[in-house]
């Protein structure tokens, strides 16, 4: 079974914090990604990767960045937290020959 | 714009009946389709894969694509108040290079409940 882990289920900081989301995957997938979730919205791309150390903007990257230094590990920055970047991030991985992503459980974030 | 449509309900039916959700998308060179079944405060779930015209069928589930119509469906037989879930419909709306290719488009979900 594919496993996909994320750091924290739920998080509460500041604003202006710098905020590290983690995300760790077992299956030696090449393909990870970061979206959030809200009411209304859906799911929106954030940023995702396609190998170690390359990245690509999703759909909203504005406010965020990312890292990938190992191939099972995805990490999602927000530089300096506002309130608007409260939210249910996820992260999703696949591996390089299907399109099936499998997501981890979610950081819920609020950022006060 | 590339697009995922469906309902957003909530679509109540009756335990035992068959629940059918829809989604339309926009793009005709869509070549992979999927439904995630999402619980309240969980993460989606992947429930169905599928890749040509036609029906396939997963115990309860049946997924439905039809390409010239850019439509895939999902029904569930024999409802039960487990599947009370929203639902999502994903699809690869990317050509085959490219930074789009790896992306997975989702509709908003239709939230389904299923009563006793």
């Known amino acids: 079974d594919v496993k996909v882990t994320q750091s924290s289920r739920y998080l509460v900081k500041r604003t202006g914090e710098k905020v590290f989301l983690e995300c760790v995957q077992d299956?030696?997938?090449?393909?990870m990604f970061w979206y959030r979730q809200d009411p209304g919205l859906g799911l929106r791309l954030i940023y995702f990767?396609?190998?170690?150390?390359?990245?690509e903007k999703g759909d909203i990257p504005e406010g965020y960045s990312v890292s990938r230094e190992k191939k099972e590990r995805f990490s999602l920055i927000l530089e300096s937290a506002s309130t608007n970047q409260t939210s249910m991030y996820l992260c999703?991985?696949?591996?390089?020959?299907?399109?099936?992503?499998?997501f981890g459980p979610g950081t819920r974030l609020t950022v006060l | 714009q590339k697009e995922v449509e469906q309902n957003s309900g909530p679509l109540s039916v009756p335990e035992g009946a068959i629940a059918s959700l829809n989604c339309t998308y926009s793009?005709?060179?869509?070549?992979?389709f999927f439904w995630y079944r999402q619980y309240s405060g969980k993460s989606p779930e992947l429930i169905m894969s599928?890749?040509?015209?036609g029906d396939k069928e997963d115990g309860r589930f049946t997924a439905q694509l039809n390409k010239a119509s850019q439509y895939v469906s999902l029904l569930i037989r024999d409802s039960q108040p487990s599947d009370s879930a929203t639902y999502l419909c994903?699809?690869?709306?990317?050509?085959?290079?490219?930074?789009?290719?790896?992306?997975?488009?989702f509709g908003k979900g239709t939230k389904l409940s299923v009563i006793p």
């Open positions: 299956m030696d997938h090449e393909n």
């Open positions: 599928i890749y040509s015209n």
């Open positions: 990767s396609y190998d170690v150390k390359m990245k």
């Open positions: 999703a991985s696949r591996g390089h020959q299907s399109h099936e992503q499998f």
């Open positions: 994903a699809v690869n709306m990317g050509a085959y290079s490219g930074a789009g290719s790896y992306q997975l488009t």
């Open positions: 793009d005709r060179v869509s070549q992979s």
